[in-house]
Antibody, heavy 118, light 108 residues
Framework: QVQLQESGPGLVKPSETLSLTCTVS????????WSWVRQPPGKGLEWIGYIYFTGSTNYNPSLKSRVTMSVDTSKNQFSLKLSSVTAADTAVYYC????????????WGQGTLVTVSS | DIVLTQSPATLSLSPGERATLSCRAS??????LAWYQQKPGQAPRLLIYDASDRATGIPARFSGSGSGTDFTLTISSLEPEDFALYFCQQRGNGPPFTFGPGTKVDIK
């Protein structure tokens, strides 16, 4: 059974960089598109971007200048960095697997709340 | 970016009733539309991809239809566990992949 698990700090100071890692178990990361999606408390879903196992990326243009994704196939992990965060970046961050092409996520992590506050 | 609009915002129904949820795109997305269910405190669950294909393990009471700009998710007979929030997501001709604002299906 494939499982995804996000990890990283739950509190980040304004202007600093948010860093999260998603660990994939029960299957290889060396296939599929791997994505990050976030959800501010009580609000809807926002697609952040994806990384293919080869390292190819595609980011949401609204966040592109601040986002970096990477993949480590040896550890079966992929990561998200979001720089210069503000309170507007406070959200539950999910990692997910694109099961039907690069969208349509059949597997998700449980989500991790990241709060931006001093 | 392609904007998705979902209607109604809230749908109040009783168990056993039929639910019809709508998702409209600001421009054609072909058949590249997915539907998700989300319950409080949980990650979304994929129900439908490519407009009408059920994801693995999804009950047959969930069906999707539509193409271009107008899409529908139908739940043929609501079970107690179906009362939740439903989102659509498009991939159109490529990123960014946007989500709709959601339709809440609650118990009447």
């Amino acid at each position: 059974q494939v499982q995804l698990q996000e990890s990283g700090p739950g509190l980040v100071k304004p202007s600093e960089t948010l860093s999260l890692t998603c660990t994939v178990s029960g299957g290889s990361i060396s296939t599929y598109y791997w994505s990050w999606v976030r959800q501010p408390p009580g609000k809807g879903l926002e697609w952040i971007g994806y990384i293919y196992f080869t390292g190819s990326t595609n980011y949401n243009p609204s966040l592109k200048s601040r986002v970096t994704m990477s993949v480590d196939t040896s550890k079966n992990q992929f990561s998200l960095k979001l720089s210069s965060v503000t309170a507007a970046d406070t959200a539950v961050y999910y990692c997910a697997r694109g099961d039907y092409g690069d969208y349509a996520y059949g597997y998700w992590g449980q989500g991790t709340l990241v709060t931006v506050s001093s | 970016d392609i904007v998705l609009t979902q209607s109604p915002a809230t749908l109040s129904l009783s168990p056993g009733e039929r639910a019809t949820l709508s998702c409209r795109a600001s421009q054609s997305v072909g058949s590249h539309l997915a539907w998700y269910q989300q319950k409080p405190g949980q990650a979304p669950r994929l129900l439908i991809y490519d407009a009408s294909d059920r994801a693995t393990g999804i009950p047959a009471r969930f069906s999707g239809s539509g193409s271009g700009t107008d899409f529908t998710l139908t739940i043929s007979s609501l079970e107690p566990e179906d009362f939740a929030l439903y989102f659509c997501q498009q991939r159109g001709n490529g990123p960014p992949f946007t989500f709709g604002p959601g339709t809440k299906v609650d118990i009447k």
